[in-house]
Nanobody
């Protein structure tokens, strides 16, 4: 079955960086787009980025976040730079474009001084 396991979250100061990873299994990884979504406290799920033939970003993260993938490792990454307090959320990876039927448990990112 589809499994998506995120890692790399943590507490970081404003202006800092984190790199999230998502290990995928249970499907042919290279055949699918992959996405990152996030859920801030008290809010709904928000699409962040998708990698397919190209890369796509929400306006709120464009220029600060970079999505990439390693098909040999069945892993998708999200490099997050210039982090802001409003980036605080649980970050999930999802199979294919968003909305998706499959996403992982998530990793917490907290941006605070």
């Amino acid at each position: 079955q589809v499994q998506l396991v995120e890692s790399g979250g943590g507490l970081v100061q404003p202006g800092g960086s984190l790199r999230l990873s998502c290990a995928a299994s249970g499907f042919t990884f290279s055949s699918y787009a992959m996405s990152w979504i996030r859920q801030a406290p008290g809010k709904g799920l928000e699409w962040v980025s998708t990698i397919n033939n190209g890369t796509y970003y929400a306006d709120s993260v464009k220029g600060r976040f970079t999505i990439s993938r390693d098909n040999a490792k069945n892993t998708v990454y999200l490099q997050m730079n210039s982090l802001k307090p409003e980036d605080t959320a649980v970050y999930h990876c999802a199979k294919d474009t968003w909305p998706s039927d499959y996403w992982g448990q998530g990793t917490q990112v907290t941006v605070s001084s």
